[in-house]
């Protein structure tokens, strides 16, 4: 449907769907297979900023780029999985472009649209999302009744580089691995990646051979599982026939089990479960390698996101003396490289800072309900997805435990669910609201950082919505309550009002 809007200045059509999905990144994609499977008849439109779909896999071009998760969860349950579990970048947008083609997506995404604001008129019951054309610079506007946001969580132009004393001193390049210049000669450079996340130790491997010399230069370390590539249980059910989908959904049950097993232990025996990822460490870099100084975190296993390396190739590298770890923090940078608390000088031809990401709530759109601009801080979460005050309108946010796409799938049937109870009992608006017995419930930050503490979380906490304390209102990150609890919401419950 079309409409004309005669009062804007200059003029601009009003193109109307019933769902809009902000972001073609693996949520969006996801969810907008879910709609077309679950709610055929519903129109869709999903935009996106960038010039293609993927997001995160097509932002990150560093050297190396992959999952730290296995993509038999971290695939979507529908489309079997079939290379090995840790993907390239490049492995991650095949699979996503084949589910677009598959399923007749691509028409429905509009790329280059970049979403700036969405409105809330309850005397219509809709969204008005406005936005720029990046192509044509046009201005453009759309209404929905269903606004689905799948931006994920951070800015994507520009990742998080704090501010070091000295840094215009330094004569050498600085480049953080969200924007990687393609042109970087890294060949025979020192280089210092500071940071010691998923992405330091999945650049450091793949750039150390062709480098002088690596350092991985972290404040305070990280725990990773090292661990081989394969999964002996897909390999052997491929060997003996069996149907693609059959693997898929056997290895992601048997994958689950187990994460779900390591997830509990961590928070019942953390010394034990530490034991043993340190001895994981240990067994490729040696009994004389000083892991308590460099490998061994102060915080208990899985408050922070545990990195898989594929092969134990990080510490292969360290093995080897391509690389090396210093565990200390900048005093500042010099014109050669970087000074350290200690006293020492590191000296680099290159500074890699994979320090992290900014957090952008609800993708950086500025939201208004009926005229009043929305302030999502002041909003309560219910279970991570909706809030309070903000009517029609879920966000995809994934597990950081688990495979952020197992998240989507679940999300997808509950919105899908809503979305067909609506249409049943004939209501235009739905809105989470505090039932009489939540209205004394303590109002708490987003996450509890004795959960999750990830540093952009933390840096951030101030803008997200606030949780209580039931598991209603909170975003628990648990993949093994939500695979049961979110199928089995009762949309009649007192926490859902329509209109
Ligand atoms: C390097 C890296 C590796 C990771 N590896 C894993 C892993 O192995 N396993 C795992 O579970 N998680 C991993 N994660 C977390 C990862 O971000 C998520 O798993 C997932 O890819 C997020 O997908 P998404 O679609 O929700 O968000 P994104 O990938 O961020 O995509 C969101 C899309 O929305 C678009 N968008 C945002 N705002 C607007 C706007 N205003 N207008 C128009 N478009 C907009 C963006 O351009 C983007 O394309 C990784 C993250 C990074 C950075």
Redesign the pocket.
């Known amino acids: 449907m079309d409409r004309t809007d005669t009062h804007a200045t200059p003029p601009v059509k009003t193109e109307h769907f019933d769902v809009f999905i ?7 994609i996801g969810s907008a297979y879910h709609l077309r499977q679950q709610c055929p008849s519903r129109s869709f439109v999903i ?4 010039e293609s ?8 071009k560093y050297p190396g ?1 992959r ?3 296995d993509l038999y969860t ?1 695939g979507y349950r529908f489309k079997p999985w079939v290379g090995t579990p840790i993907a390239s970048g490049e492995e991650i947008l095949k699979y996503m472009g084949e589910v677009i083609a598959e399923n007749d997506l691509g028409r429905h995404i509009r790329y280059r ?4 604001s969405a409105s809330w008129s309850s005397a219509d019951h809709l969204w008005t999302i406005e ?1 720029t054309r990046l192509d044509t610079g046009e201005a453009f506007r759309i209404s929905a009744n269903f606004l689905w946001m ?5 800015r ?1 132009a520009q990742g998080y580089t704090p501010q070091w004393k000295g840094m215009e001193d330094y004569k050498g390049r600085v480049v953080h691995p ?1 924007v990687w210049p393609e042109d970087l000669d890294y060949k025979n450079k020192s280089v210092i990646v500071i940071g010691s996340g ?2 330091a130790a ?1 650049l450091i491997p793949a750039i150390a051979a062709d480098c002088a010399h690596v350092t991985l230069l972290q404040r305070s370390p990280t725990y990773f599982i090292p661990g081989r590539n394969v999964n002996l249980l897909a390999d052997q059910l491929r060997d003996l026939g069996i149907d693609e989908h059959w693997i898929h959904e056997i290895t992601r049950r048997q994958i689950l089990r187990e994460q779900g097993t390591f997830t509990r232990r961590s928070f019942e025996e953390p010394e034990k479960v530490k034991e043993e990822l340190l001895a994981g460490v240990r067994a490729f870099l040696g009994p004389d390698y000083d892991i308590e100084t460099h490998f061994t975190p102060k915080y208990r296993p899985w408050r922070q996101r545990i990195a898989f390396v594929p092969d134990g190739d990080l510490f292969q590298g360290i093995a080897a003396g391509n690389a090396s770890v210093v565990t200390d923090e900048i005093e500042r940078f010099t014109q050669k490289g970087i000074l350290l608390r200690s006293g020492k000088e590191l000296a680099a031809d290159i500074v890699i800072t994979a320090t992290g ?1 900014n957090l ?1 709530v609800l ?3 500025a939201f208004e309900v009926d005229g009043t601009p929305l302030d999502f801080s002041h909003s309560v979460t219910y279970r991570g997805m909706m809030f309070t005050g903000v009517p029609n309108m879920v966000w ?1 946010f ?3 435990r ?4 197992l998240r ?1 799938d679940l999300l997808g049937d509950f919105v899908c669910r809503l979305l067909n109870h609506m249409q049943k009992k004939g209501a235009n608006k739905v809105t989470v609201a505090l039932r009489p017995e939540d209205k004394n419930m303590p109002l708490l930050p987003w996450i509890d950082p004795e959960n999750f503490n990830p540093n952009y979380l933390m840096r951030s906490m101030d803008l997200l919505p606030r949780r209580g304390d039931k598991p209603e209102w909170q975003h628990t990150q648990d993949y093994w309550l939500e695979k049961d609890q979110l199928p089995a919401i009762d949309l009649n419950g007192a926490e859902f009002v329509y209109e």
């Open positions: 902000v972001g073609a990144g693996i949520s969006g935009l996106e900023e960038m779909f993927g997001g995160t896999w097509l932002t990150h780029i999952s730290d998760s971290f649209h970049k979403i700036v936005g799948c931006q994920g969580y951070y994507h969200q998923a992405t999945t990401f952008c993708g950086d759109v995809v994934g597990y950081f688990a495979s952020w796409t989507v």
